[in-house]
């Protein structure tokens, strides 16, 4: 059985209750903050599921931005990678769930696999870097404006992951 790291950073709270959510949601899955994730942790799991917030003007969150110095050194070659990220598009339309974005620019590269892109389709944004031939690079949330559609996003995005 392959080894499912459920790995967040959560400023307020909105991404820890994301990441519980699909933790609930994926059996035998190990739930992890970044700030406790060691390079050794993180090169231990098969399967890396990474949540991230947006922030300000489309920054990672803030226990993100020193978990990618971990991250970036870690071997991720032949690891699944699956990435969701929280953001507001409403605020921030042009920056929607960019950190998702700056998440994979940073790790696109390391010989991983990425699986869970998500359709663009029902958002109302106007630009993100987390677009990629588009698609979202993962599953886009907005917890501030439309918390009523995270459990069928979640589920649905789950049914897609091919473990």
Known sequence: MKKIG??????????????????????????TPVEKASQEIIESFDILILGTSTWGVGNLQDDFESF?????????????????????????????????????????????????????DEY???????VVDGEFVGLALDEDNEPDLTDYRLTEWVKTLQF
């Open 6 to 31: 459920i790995f967040y950073g959560s400023s307020v709270g909105n991404t820890r209750f994301v990441a519980e959510k699909l933790a609930d949601l994926i059996p035998n899955s190990i739930l």
């Open 68 to 120: 990618v110095d971990t991250l970036v050194t870690c071997n991720l070659n032949g690891k699944t990678i699956a990435l969701f990220g929280l953001g507001d598009q409403f605020t921030y339309p042009d920056t929607y769930c960019n950190g998702m974005g700056k998440l994979f620019e940073l790790i696109k590269d390391k010989g991983s696999n990425f699986i869970g892109s998500w359709p663009i």
């Open 124 to 130: 109302d944004f106007s630009e993100s870097i987390a």
